[in-house]
């Protein structure tokens, strides 16, 4: 039906015809696919959830006389980075915190602190404090360095998530009898409230299921600047099984992303705190999803009344890693506020916020209407439904 | 009948003193305490939602204020950070009386502070620290 290329000479022309993943929609039920799909060229998709397989890696430039961090240790804000690189290129993850952080020593701990904030602080061009050491070598002979550092004096900083952008997750519930602090927030005991944490009919990978347009190299929106898939994310799981619909009715496909922190902003990188869990980074992703075809406008048609969840009890079932679901819920009866969990009403929460999918979707549609970004041709596909990749479970041996 | 939730802030001097009795007693008010804590060497703060007639309500405030006791209404102490809230919805099953609630259509989460009744259970659970109490 229609090319990259040509939606790209579009874009360039002004003439692109770009709809959110919410407005296809309704666009699908009043014209019908085969309509639809002539007229819409882009579907931008969003979503604004916890992500912890976030970081950022910095190269600082190098300080005179000359430091080897390498080996050595750094920390930004009192939390702590991985060194294990050259002399002065560092990794912060966004789970990471201070040394001194109580952590679950008074439960649940607080974690107001870490990785995640410092990314965000970073990415707002507040100034940070940086401390490093090293054991010193004949050609970087220095020890110790203390400064402050902003994020424009670096010369790369770059968000690079091993692991974002679940397609689908699960629904969380607490079937013990005490309160849980998990990722998945705070549980109350009793399956008192359900957890979901997608962005449903706005998630990108449930409206291309098949990763039929997003794969390696896809330019897409991240934290409010220019990002691009990198890989599949860590755990990708396209084998996973699926709704008659083809989408994933478990947490299946992941995307590891990556891009220059620089031309980020605070509001869509969220340091992020889940009490008794720890820290972890709120990102903001927006991917486009070009209308190739019918069949992929009716994959980006799909509504919350069609996309579905399985409930798992995290007082249990999910510590323990014993499989199960209590049952299976669609986004639209989670949107709705309460679900039926064994027989009883259970008051839902979101830890994705939909409001700011939303504008993420919104806002990647008007990038692309007034032709500050095109679309890229993928380089490789993600691992397919019928690829056999899958992770699997640790597999414990004793060390003799 | 007046019915209100308020913040009472008890100097050092008056956190022995049978206070709330008072309020029962002298002036046929009815008191729900909502939340209720002395700090060593400090002050005694005390949540209630106080309710009785008009003139009584009045009264009791009037009393409350000639014995040193400091009124707030209770509104003003737990508020949200509106920069920092992103709207996600993860203290609204968790708020045990219906403050916090997503609109169905903006899924914006709305906050009607009127009904908060400074428990606080959301200010640690929010994932952005948005919620803030200032007492």
């Known amino acids: 039906m229609r090319t990259i290329k040509e939606i790209n000479a579009k874009i360039k022309k002004g003439e692109v015809v770009v709809v959110t993943a919410e407005e296809v929609i309704d666009l699908v039920r009043k014209k019908g696919i085969k309509k639809a799909a002539e007229e819409v060229d882009v579907v931008t998709t969003g979503t604004f959830g916890p992500m912890c397989s976030s970081g950022a ?12 961090i390498g080996g050595g240790g750094c920390k930004i804000n009192d939390v702590p980075l991985y060194t294990g690189f050259a002399a002065v290129d560092v990794y912060l993850g966004a789970t990471a915190i201070p040394d001194d952080d109580p952590r679950n020593k008074v439960f ?23 401390e490093a050491s090293a054991y010193g070598t004949d050609c970087y002979p220095r020890r110790k360095l203390e400064t402050l550092i902003n994020i424009k004096d670096m010369n790369e900083a770059v968000l690079f998530n091993i692991r974002n952008c679940y397609q689908n997750y699960n629904v969380a519930v607490n079937l013990s009898d005490k309160m849980i602090y998990t990722y998945m927030g705070t549980l109350r005991p009793n399956a008192g409230n359900a957890n979901y944490c997608s962005a449903g009919q706005l998630s990108p990978l449930l ?30 799981n396209p084998t996973a099984p699926r709704k008659d619909n083809g989408v994933p009715k478990v947490p299946a496909g992941t995307l590891a992303v990556i891009g220059d922190l620089k031309q980020m902003k605070p509001e869509w990188l969220v340091g992020t705190s889940m009490l008794g869990y720890g820290v972890t980074l709120t990102v903001g992703i927006g991917v486009p999803i070009p209308v190739l075809n019918e069949e992929v406008l009716g994959y980006a048609a799909l509504r919350d009344e069609e996309l579905y969840a399985q409930v798992v009890d995290y007082g249990t079932n999910y510590p323990q890693l014993i499989p199960g679901s209590l049952g299976e819920v669609s986004y639209a009866q989670l949107k709705s506020g309460k679900i039926k969990v064994q027989g009883k009403d259970v008051p839902t929460g979101a830890l994705s916020s939909y409001s700011k999918a939303r504008e993420i979707s919104e806002e990647l549609k008007s990038w692309i209407e007034k032709g ?23 597999n414990e041996r004793p060390i003799v | ?26 002036f046929d008010l009815q008191f729900n305490i909502l939340k209720a804590y002395v700090t060593p060497q400090e002050e005694g703060l005390m949540v209630l939602e106080l309710s009785g007639k008009k003139e009584n309500f009045d009264k009791g405030v009037e009393y409350l204020g000639s014995v040193g006791v400091k009124i707030q ?49 959301c200010v640690k659970v929010c994932p952005t620290r948005a919620m803030e109490v200032r007492f």
């Open chain 1, 57 to 68: 890696y910095f190269n600082i430039g190098h300080s005179k006389p000359r430091i080897k």
């Open chain 2, 1 to 26: 009948m007046v019915s209100k939730r308020i913040v009472l802030h008890f100097p050092h001097r008056l956190v022995n003193q049978p206070i709330v009795y008072k309020l029962v007693k002298e």
């Open chain 1, 372 to 394: 500050e970004f095109t679309l890229t041709e993928p380089v490789a596909h993600l691992p397919q439904a019928d690829s056999g990749y899958a992770p699997k479970l640790l």
């Open chain 1, 207 to 236: 409206k291309d299921p098949y990763y039929k347009t997003i794969g390696i190299g896809t330019k897409i929106f991240l934290g409010g600047g220019i990002g691009y898939v990198a890989w599949q994310g860590t755990q990708h």
């Open chain 1, 108 to 130: 649940p701990g607080e974690f107001k602190y870490g990785g995640a904030h410092v990314i965000q602080e970073l990415a707002s061009g507040k100034d940070v404090r940086l």
């Open chain 2, 73 to 121: 209404p209770l509104s003003q102490d737990v508020i949200r950070n509106e920069t920092k809230c992103t709207d996600c919805g993860a203290c609204v099953p968790i708020c045990p009386t219906g403050a916090l609630v997503v609109d169905t259509h903006s899924r914006k989460v709305h906050f009607y502070d009127n009904k908060c009744i400074a428990c606080e259970l």
